[in-house]
C-alpha cells in the first residue's frame, strides 16, 4: 500500500526549486575568482554570500509564477514573452526589497526566467525555446539601456540577451562539455564545476568584467582562466 501523499508538488514547485538551487550552487562554489563564494567578497563591496542565499530564496515565487504561465499560456509567442517580463520585473523588485537596493541577480532574473518557462513547455527542448522566447520583444519593457547593454554597444560584445537569443552557446558548446568531460575523468563534482565555470570565462566577452575593468581587465581574465 503506498503512502499517503499530503502534498503533491507540481511542476512548478519542483522547477522553481531547481532554479533556486542553481543559484544557490553557484554561490557556494569556492573558490572563484573575484566572486562571492565561501572564502569571501572577492571584487564586489556591496555583496556578500549571505545576501546571495537570502537573494535567490526571494526568487522563488517568481520562478514558479514564471512556470505557471508557461504551462497556463502553453506556446511560444507575444502573450507568454510579456507574462514572463512581467513577473521578472515583479521579481526584481522583490529581490531588491530583500537586499535592500543591491543587483544580485537580475541577469539570473532575465537567463533562469527564460530557462525555466521553456522547460516548463518542453524538457527536450529548453535552451531552443529559450532562444525563442529571447527573440521576442515585451513592448511593455521600461526604455533602459542597462550597464551591460551599455558596454555590449561600446565594445561590441554579445550580451546578456544576445546570449540567450543564441540559445546560451557558452553553457552548450564549452560549459557542460567541460563539466561532463571532469565529471568523466573523476575530478570531483566541485573540480568539475569549478572547470566549467573556467571554460565559460576563457572566451565570454563578461559585460560585468568589461563595465568594471574595461578590456584589459576582460584579456587579463580570459588569459588567466585560460592558464
Known amino acids: 500500500m503506498r503512502a499517503l501523499k499530503l502534498h503533491e508538488v507540481s511542476l512548478a514547485d519542483r522547477l522553481a526549486d ?17 566572486l562571492v563564494d565561501r572564502r569571501g567578497n ?15 530564496l526571494s526568487l522563488w515565487p517568481m520562478f514558479k509564477e514564471m512556470a505557471e504561465a508557461a504551462l497556463e499560456i502553453g506556446e511560444i509567442g ?8 512581467r513577473i521578472g520585473r515583479e521579481g526584481e523588485q522583490a529581490m531588491l526589497i530583500t537586499t535592500n537596493g543591491v543587483n544580485t541577480h537580475r541577469g539570473a532574473i532575465w537567463a533562469l526566467g527564460l530557462l525555466t518557462a521553456a522547460a516548463a513547455l518542453d524538457p527536450g527542448a529548453v535552451t531552443l525555446n529559450a532562444a525563442r522566447l529571447a527573440l521576442l520583444n515585451d513592448r511593455h519593457a521600461p526604455q533602459t539601456l542597462s550597464h551591460g547593454a551599455l558596454v555590449a554597444q561600446r565594445y561590441g560584445a554579445r550580451g546578456a540577451r544576445e546570449e540567450a537569443q543564441l540559445g546560451f552557446p557558452s553553457v552548450t558548446q564549452r560549459g557542460l562539455p567541460q563539466l561532463h568531460k571532469s ?27 568589461l563595465y568594471r575593468a574595461g578590456y584589459a581587465g576582460l584579456t587579463t581574465l580570459q588569459q588567466g582562466a585560460q592558464a
Open 183 to 209: 565529471r568523466q575523468q573523476n575530478a570531483g563534482e566541485q573540480n568539475a564545476r569549478l572547470d566549467a565555470l573556467l571554460a565559460i570565462m576563457t572566451e565570454l566577452a563578461d559585460t560585468c568584467v
Open 78 to 85: 507575444l502573450p507568454l514573452r510579456e507574462a514572463l517580463g
Open 18 to 34: 531547481r532554479a533556486v538551487d542553481a543559484l544557490i550552487d553557484e554561490a557556494d562554489l569556492s573558490p572563484k575568482p573575484a
Open 42 to 56: 572577492g571584487a564586489h563591496t556591496d555583496l556578500h554570500l549571505g545576501l546571495m542565499h537570502a537573494s535567490a
